[in-house]
């Protein structure tokens, strides 16, 4: 299986990149952002829960996110490879990741890190903000609350891949196809080595 970790703080074009790495690799893609929207559009009780700390631009508990995410990939026993995006962020989620795909006998094959600086991440964010309809899109406040998280709480995590000899940083910036084959070029690398 291949088994992609998208990483990258709000606003790195994590959304953006999968559409390509799903269609190029037959990967099954998992938000854990989208999956929670779902929840919400669809008024489920994981989705009132969720709100609560979206709408801050906290993270859900771990907890809760681990098992949706667990049951997520249990719906797919016949999928090549997952794209996991948006999903660890935090150690303790990419130890739970390690530890359920180990009792599957797999493993993440890489993950790949868009870079991008905090100015950018903010310009674009408040331009998604125009179409996405999110309310965590929209308040400057809320954006530096989830990029204060993301330095905090999530960016450890890339140490955790760095560690494994998994870590590819992707610069995020450009056309979005020249960031395409940046991770087109990283997985064929890993693959190939
Ligand atoms: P972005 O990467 O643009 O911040 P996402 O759609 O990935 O947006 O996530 C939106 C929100 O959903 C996060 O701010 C957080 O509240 C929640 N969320 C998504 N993934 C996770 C996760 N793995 N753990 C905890 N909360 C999460």
Redesign the pocket.
């Known amino acids: 299986m291949l088994n992609i970790v998208l990483f990258g703080?709000?606003?790195?074009g994590?959304?953006t990149q999968s559409e390509f790495l799903i269609e190029k690799y037959e990967l099954v893609h998992l938000?854990?952002?989208?999956i929670?929207?779902f929840n919400i559009k669809n008024a489920t009780e994981l989705g009132q829960l969720?709100k609560s700390?979206?709408d801050k631009?906290?993270?859900?508990?771990?907890q809760v996110?681990i098992s949706m995410?667990e049951s997520e990939v249990n719906k797919h026993p016949h999928a090549p490879g997952f794209i996991f995006?948006?999903?660890?962020?935090?150690e303790a989620?990419a130890l739970a990741l390690d530890g359920f795909l180990a009792s599957m006998n797999e493993s993440i094959t890489c993950m790949l890190a868009l870079e991008v600086e905090e100015t950018e991440l903010k310009t674009r964010?408040l331009q998604r903000a125009k179409t996405s309809g999110r309310l965590?899109d929209a308040d400057p406040a809320i954006i530096q609350n989830?990029i204060d998280?993301y330095n905090r709480e999530t960016a450890p995590v890339a140490g955790y891949y760095q560690q494994r000899n998994k870590y590819h940083g992707i610069d995020g910036v450009g056309s979005i196809e020249d960031i395409s084959n940046r991770l087109f070029q990283a997985i064929e690398t890993t693959v190939n080595s």
């Open positions: 703080p709000p606003g790195a994590k959304g938000s854990t952002g989208d929670f929207r969720a700390y979206m631009g906290e993270l859900v508990p771990d996110t995410l995006d948006g999903f660890p962020r935090t989620q964010l965590d989830r998280v």
